[in-house]
């Protein structure tokens, strides 16, 4: 599987962005998907993450109420929005998906990683 992150960029705080995973395999739809975050200087840190049918989610706590991951299998592609954005949301951003159904907040249960696409919120 290979998946493409893109919809990053330079915002304010306060404004929103819209990241996507364009998966190219035709059952991703059958595979659960996360969105993983590295800052500067920091680790890699969990940020979301949804099952194969869209119907279970899961939040790191500091993007509770601001960030929604949903996704359209039809179209082969995860969505994660992003509103009320804080300069401590910079980092590149990463999706991955699991040879699972089942969501999780594990880097070490997903199988495949996209590239990243970097966000920078300015203060």
């Known amino acids: 599987v290979q998946l493409q992150a893109f919809g990053g960029g330079l915002v304010q705080a306060g404004a929103s962005l819209r990241l996507s995973c364009a998966a190219s395999?035709?059952?991703?739809?059958?595979?659960?998907v996360g969105w993983f975050r590295q800052g500067p200087g920091k680790d890699r840190e969990f940020v979301a993450t949804?099952?194969?049918?869209?119907?279970?989610?899961a939040y790191v706590e500091s993007v509770k109420g601001r960030f929604t991951i949903s996704r359209d299998n039809a179209r082969n592609t995860v969505y994660l929005q992003m509103n009320s954005l804080e300069p401590e949301d910079t980092a590149v951003y990463y999706c991955a998906s699991r040879v699972w159904a089942f969501e999780s907040s594990e880097a070490y249960d997903y199988d495949y990683w996209g590239q990243g696409t970097l966000v920078t919120v300015s203060s």
């Open positions: 949804i099952n194969a049918s869209g119907s279970g989610t």
């Open positions: 395999r035709r059952k991703f739809s059958d595979y659960a």
